[in-house]
């Protein structure tokens, strides 16, 4: 049910924009968690299945600093019980105002072996999640600590991020693109098409830097081209 | 528990700008739904307790038009289920681009007692709600299905709608200002203060009217507009 | 090739709300202008082909006041020219800071015989435009000259009209709810289908109105409920 | 110094749109207030010099609701000493999540002569405005106090007010189409400019109702018509 | 009365979060400037007391390029007599469509010993700016000459920048999160608090990326871990 | 007709903010295309006559993946067809939801010696393409293919791009402020200011590195000052 390690290795090596047009092909267009940024420049793909966490608005008399102090409040559950190898995905209601979460709980994620952490919010302490070398992604730096504006409310339901329609246990891979989401009855095979394509684009975009014109090539409507990709694959073994 | 016929009776002869005043005197400031409108004229407030439902974005495969052959379809659960008295609010997401729903929907709230319905988005068919007589709020017209972009996921959650935090039993309140939310647990005193207020309110605007200057009088600094109130409210039995 | 007679009469019959289901069940979700409204409550549909008008940002050297002594401007053209029975849609790129059109204008496209006009911008003179008793529809009224932002450049090729794709040639179908556009090709079927769903929504709205609950009417997953409403048609001769 | 009966009267009965083509002449573009309404339905123009009110962010510790205690409080002083026959415009910059004031102190404006009043906020108890008959702008109605948002800070300095610069004792003018500001040091070229405009228009509006073509008369660069204008001037006294 | 030496190092060492949570406490909830960003990644805290300048919507009549060699134009004015040590502060309504300053200015503010400059619209020659290594805030590169939408008009005057409240004199401070206001009464209590609660969250930062959970932790609801950060602290000297 | 190496050569030595500067003393205030940024920091400036593309809303029915197999396609045609020297702009409406186009069309563009491209939505493979070393622009980063929200329509005709006026053969400057568009029949005289500009402004830095204050330097009000940069500039020989 989970994600295979073969298919998340998979995930690593293909683009959030190949895997969008292989989620176009089966009528999936609004995939993409919309104007999120990753906090420092991704060395690799984030992948991993997603855990939710549902923000509401804020309300004052519900909100003093001392809530925290109850473990059921669940943001501070959500950062405890985000499994490893998972993506904690936060719905921020696209509002940046207030901090989604800060330095401490993003470390916590990390050192508990989550995969990556997402908002359509903001983080505080940017600077120390960039320097963590944890995927983090984000609509922009936010200082305001999450209860001005924020209120957890609910874990791993299904929710909205970035416009994205996310459920529980649905794919999340993210590189410098963004963060995208493919359901996860379908993993298999739009990871087996992203794959295929990448074998191609790579090939295309070394005959493009090499020179050739993208007329017959990309899509490769001239035939000869695909003689050329064959023989290119075999000699690469892909 | 629920709202009594007196309180409701209360609430609908005070203004939402008097209840947002109240809430701001107890530290509440963001219990306004922000930029909903009614469909038509409000000829008396909306008054009910809230009963909402969450939408998140719809995915294209798991929405045909025949998810509205499952009974258990959350938006269809709403409107049969919200109890009559109480105001249907469903968080929309701020997203009007689709219809949160149409007229017959609403007409069914409206035959089964419902007081009210709002949402974030829009309703399409939005003439024919406008001359039903009911009280609904959104923030434009919108014809296109709601499933284009909205998936009805949960019933009677806590929400977001307009950025104001709306719990399931909240007092919602609406005039041609728009709607507000009034904690369930403190709607007695909030309704106390703004009966109270709307009767000096009452008496300022009419002095106001008759050509009293505003210093002194609103607030009442100077001691003898108190006296004066006292008469006019004596006389008028308030 | 154009619209016919009996169709367009059809299309007068039922509602953007209605026309956008048929168009979603064809995978087609993006046929409605977002965020345009009727200048005055639309007493019919307006109902043509469109015919467009492509404004780019305008640029100060090329826009003195004298750019309208020229005959071949095309604003001047596109209201002297659409032709009668058709729309006059505007792609003002969403910018209502400037006007689209005004009074003068609006007037010749209705004297013209022209079914209506579309703007994703906004309308000066709006008050005039409003009391003409012709279908306008615009995102807000908009008093300063067309030429402080918007450069006429293109008559009747393909647009884009609040975020709507708009062809030369599509039908425009405008109502209180907006306006919608539908492929030329497939406004045949689109219409038929519309009409029909209009008989059982009609059909539904009016056992709603009796009292009939939704589950098993609408949609009419109980039986029972097709053959009332076969009944129900007969009688009436739809 | 100030704005002379003759030329009030004369602005009375010009519209926003005009007087925007003669501020345009003299190379001014941004003198429209950019996306605020009126109220009610404008019977006649609203015209007067500009006392303004800047509103800056409020911060909660010195915004108690006794601030309202304190007569020199600047937006109670500017509702007592608006002079009458000018229009008080307050820069809400562009913020109507709170009120930028309510039906007290516009009636109390309206009751002291002033000639109308204008913010890019909203004003609370709309409804209540609207009835009074007094010629009242804002962006949309907004029912929290305005100490919620809104702090009143100073009282007739340049502001800007819906993007527009606002002097004191600029002219401001609105009808249906909104609020526009003419700077003093021109208002009167540019209203006998405007007065000159709309004669012409006049014509041209009921030419075109007559079923004259634009190209030749909007604008008359076929001469005839200015012969034909001529006539129809001296005819009318004009 | 202006920041002491002392207080001016400590806010070197404590982040804008952490502020926020200070400020917060004492139920100040908007004190931090949205959406503003560093130039260049900072290397410490910007710390200095605030000095202000209003820009309102800019007249082209009154702004032509020799504006600016009126040696009390405000914007050049500003630029020489903030005093060093404080932060300008410019509220540019939100508008970075042209600039609030340039690379010759920012120089200049730099030479003179200026702690820092904080814009809510944008600066040209911005990557001279950030080359400078000055503390510079804004929202995003902006070319234009500030003159084409930005009138200079207001020295040190109570100002929004970026949706919080700035009075002269505040205690600004920014990091890699943006920038944040501080009440210059309450500078001296927020300072401490921040600097207590930094050094509780190292602790926690420490403690967390060796591998405790955050239960109990964070905050200290089990008591030993009270006891093993007073033992932290006592080791650390802090 | 085309841009001459001598003004090419000039143009990458003069800032965007200069060249604004420049134009708006002509009168031209909205050439800067706004809110678009390099993938990757400009090590000189991108120069080059507009070649444009213009996207319009995508409509599901007409944009199956096969459409690149049409060589007219006009996205294909546009990167085939764009002359070296060129600079590729893109029209997307300002809706950066999907590409406007990826890496192997970039990289295309490149070989081809191509001067740049410019779109005011988003690239996908945006670190690909910010590895290239090629100027490249645009709002933000953006997976989703092109087809999802873009259908190209048209090539090379006048376009808006991030609300500046774009006309085929009109001049195109980027640097790290962004990209602006010059006009193309004054591109010599603006070129010719803008160098003149940007020798004094050299000096004006150096100056006010070395101290001095800006008063009667910038603008040189002071006489002497002029006298002291004649000599300055002799002896650099510019």
Chains 1, 2, 3, 4, 5, 6 share one sequence.
């Not at 929710?159 to 891979?173: K, L, M, Q, S, T």
């Not at 070394?206 to 409507?221: H, N, S």
Request: with cysteine.
């Amino acid at each position: 049910m989970s994600l295979s390690p073969e298919t998340r290795e998979k995930l690593r090596r293909v683009s959030t924009a190949t895997l969008s047009s292989a989620l176009y092909k089966r009528g999936l267009r609004n995939q993409m968690i919309q104007d999120v940024y990753p906090l420092s420049p991704p060395k690799e793909s984030m992948v991993g299945e997603a855990y939710t966490l549902r923000y509401m608005p804020a309300r004052e008399d519900i909100n003093p600093m001392s809530v925290f102090r109850d473990h059921s409040h669940p943001q501070r559950r959500a950062v405890e019980e985000c499994p490893p190898g998972a993506v904690l995905v936060m719905d921020s209601r696209k509002d940046a105002r207030a901090a989604s979460a800060g330095g401490i709980l993003v470390t916590r994620l990390m050192v508990r072996g989550v995969a990556g952490v997402v908002t359509d919010g903001g983080f505080r302490d940017s600077a120390d999640i960039a320097g963590l070398g944890f995927a983090a992604y984000h609509h922009r730096p936010s200082a305001p600590t999450n209860i001005t504006l924020h209120q957890a409310i609910d874990i791993n339901v299904p929710i909205g991020c970035g416009d994205a329609p996310v459920y529980p246990g649905d794919i999340v891979v993210g590189d410098a693109d963004g963060v995208i989401i493919i359901p996860a009855g379908i993993v298999e095979e739009i990871t087996a098409d992203a794959v295929e394509m990448t074998v191609f684009e790579d090939f295309v975009q070394e005959r493009v830097r090499g020179g050739q014109k993208t007329f017959g090539l990309y899509p490769p409507t001239d035939e000869s081209n695909l003689e050329v990709f064959a023989a290119w694959r075999k000699e690469r073994g892909r």
